[in-house]
């Protein structure tokens, strides 16, 4: 079954403790995706990938990062959690470019950092 | 940078038909995208249009008119399982933003 997977699915942690966010999709898709989504906000993107090692900024960077040394994998990294990245996150990822391809989202990973 | 302007929340009832409105403006304009979200799930993808006018699918349709940055998404023969949230999203040169969404609920 095509899908994007993320795990874990949910997370409590505490502030500095750093964490890890893993992604992984199936469709050997190019471009990868992270959000984040918050009430009142909508989604918004934190970071892309168009290709192995290669990876941009979205709307949101700061606080993250994220590395692409494979295809399928593109984990999200939160070197030290603050309460303000409590949050639902999604990965997604799309055959192309995201102005003309649609993307597919994983189930989504709630963080809560307190 | 970009602007998209959607309503935040809107009721329609069974069986009936409602229309959700977009508007934007965006740099570089390619398309706009469709995707609806349940409450707690992902975004799924409804609609992708690139040219002016209605395309139909199923009991969704969406429309496009590039020169008015306006886009709607229609949705007919309204059921419960279409409560949720539909988030317009206009591509273009920067990385893809989408709007706040719009929560529908359909009541009996």
């Known amino acids: 079954e095509a899908q994007v997977t993320q795990n874990p699915r949910y997370l409590i942690t505490v502030t500095g403790k750093k964490l890890t966010v893993t992604c992984s999709q199936n469709?050997?898709?190019?471009?990868m995706s992270w959000y984040r989504q918050d009430p009142g906000l909508g989604l918004r993107q934190i970071y892309y990938?168009?290709?192995?090692?290669?990876?941009d900024k979205g709307d949101v960077p700061e606080g993250y990062k994220v590395s692409r040394k494979e295809k399928r994998n593109f984990p999200l990294i939160l070197e030290s959690p603050s309460p303000n990245q409590t949050s639902l996150y999604f990965c997604?990822?799309?055959?192309?470019?995201?102005?003309?391809?649609?993307?597919?989202f994983g189930p989504g990973t709630r963080l809560t950092v307190t | 940078g970009q602007n998209i302007d959607q309503p935040t929340e809107m009721t329609a009832t069974e069986g009936a038909i409602v229309q959700i409105n977009c508007t934007y403006q965006?740099?570089?304009?390619?398309?706009l995208f469709w995707y609806q979200q349940h409450a707690g799930e992902a975004p799924t993808f409804l609609s992708y249009?690139?040219?002016?006018g209605l395309e139909e699918k199923g009991r969704f349709s969406s429309f496009l008119s590039r020169s008015k940055g306006y886009s709607y998404l229609l949705l007919k023969e309204l059921q419960m399982k279409d409560s949720a949230s539909y988030l317009c999203?206009?591509?273009?040169?920067?990385?893809?933003?989408f709007g706040k969404g719009t929560r529908l609920s359909v009541i009996a």
């Open positions: 999203a206009p591509s273009g040169n920067t990385p893809l933003v």
């Open positions: 965006t740099s570089g304009f390619n398309g």
């Open positions: 249009n690139v040219l002016d």
């Open positions: 990938s168009m290709n192995v090692e290669v990876t």
């Open positions: 469709m050997n898709h190019e471009y």
């Open positions: 997604a990822s799309s055959l192309g470019g995201f102005s003309s391809y649609e993307q597919y």
